[in-house]
């Protein structure tokens, strides 16, 4: 089983809807938690980090679920600019610097 | 605003022949990572250095290696290319390692290689 999962997706979704996808992790001793966002063919940016709290930041939305060791991305009122893959990234405890990153979600949004 | 800068851009390498991929960052950050990335996985860290002077071995650093040359650059050396290091590698760096549950890493634009 791999560390960090998401589903690759792609995730069609029209412009103005509300979007959310999940990332499941395995190290239950895993506190920080990270959304990136990817361009196609571009770099990795920081979206979001996500904490116990969870994060909001506009219409971005992370929660954690320690629970269930899973992380969520929502998107509302999504924009054609949001169309990214969005990679979740989560930081084990003496991980010696490994942050462990997802393969990503594809998001793709319709006019 | 440069950020981090790597070179080049693309390349393609014949099985056996060595590279170097140059990788600098203007933030005065600590630390600097290489990572590939492959269709249908997740970054896989390379090499990282915590700081000037230093280089630690990542989850991948079978045929690579690396040179912290100063606080501002990390390079990645190929000494003998093979197909199956075909991919595309991200340079990063991050103001400090060991807070990186509260730092961003900034990343380069990636390089293209292919080896055939």
């Known amino acids: 089983r791999k560390e960090v999962e998401q589903d690759p997706g792609p995730f069609n979704v029209p412009e103005g809807a509300t979007v959310a996808f999940n990332c499941t992790y395995s190290n239950s001793a895993s506190q920080s938690f990270f959304w990136y966002r990817q361009d196609c063919r571009k770099e990795p940016k920081l979206l979001m980090s996500v904490y116990s709290s969870g994060n909001e930041d506009g219409r971005f939305t992370a929660q954690l679920n320690r629970a269930s060791q899973y992380i969520s991305l929502l998107i509302r009122d999504s924009k054609l600019s949001d169309s990214a893959t969005y990679l979740c990234?989560?930081?084990?405890?003496?991980?010696?610097?490994?942050?462990?990153w997802g393969a990503g979600t594809k998001l793709i949004i319709k006019p | 605003n440069a950020g981090v800068t790597q070179t080049p851009k693309f390349q393609v390498l014949k099985t056996g022949q060595s590279m170097t991929l140059q990788c600098a960052q203007d933030?005065?950050?600590?630390?600097m990572y290489w990572y590939r990335q492959d269709p249908g996985m997740g970054l896989r860290l390379i090499y990282y250095s915590a700081s000037e002077g230093t280089t630690d071995k990542g989850e991948v650093p079978n045929g690579y290696n690396v040179s912290r040359l100063n606080k501002r650059e990390f390079s990645l050396r190929l000494e003998s290319a093979a197909p199956s290091q075909t991919s595309v590698y991200f340079c990063a760096s991050s103001e400090d390692g060991q807070g990186l549950m509260n730092t961003e890493a900034f990343f380069g634009q990636g390089t293209r290689l292919t080896v055939v």
């Open positions: 933030m005065n950050h600590n630390s």
């Open positions: 990234v989560s930081f084990p405890p003496y991980s010696n610097y490994q942050l462990i």
